[in-house]
Nanobody, 119 residues
């Protein structure tokens, strides 16, 4: 079995920073693609950032230049450094991990971590 767990959420003032971590554990060899998604109240879930095995990254326009996604392949961990946070970044942030499976790839989600940006 594979478990994906996020950590690092919390309450921060506008302009502040947070670093989210996502660890994949269990029957796992590596994370092929790691991603962060978020769901704000009353809105649909959206992609925040994604990183591939080779280190290629994708960002939502709303976070580009403020957020940085990175990974530690040896630790099967994906990070999201969030700087210059805004109230509109308030959401539950979910980690998504695409991992090699017996037949192809499998997708796993974490349970989510709350990020609240408020003064």
């Amino acid at each position: 079995q594979v478990q994906v767990m996020e950590s690092g959420g919390g309450l921060v003032q506008p302009g502040g920073s947070l670093r989210l971590s996502c660890v994949a554990s269990g029957s796992i060899v590596s994370i092929v693609t790691g991603g962060w998604y978020r769901r704000a109240p009353g809105k649909q879930r959206e992609l925040v950032a994604r990183i591939t095995t080779g280190g290629s990254t994708t960002y939502a326009d709303s976070v580009r230049g403020r957020f940085t996604i990175s990974r530690d392949n040896a630790e099967n961990t994906v990070y999201l450094q969030m700087n210059s946070l805004k109230p509109e970044d308030t959401a539950v942030y979910y980690c998504n991990a695409i991992i090699p499976a017996l037949r192809g790839l499998a997708e796993y989600w974490g349970q989510g971590t709350q990020v609240t940006v408020s003064s």
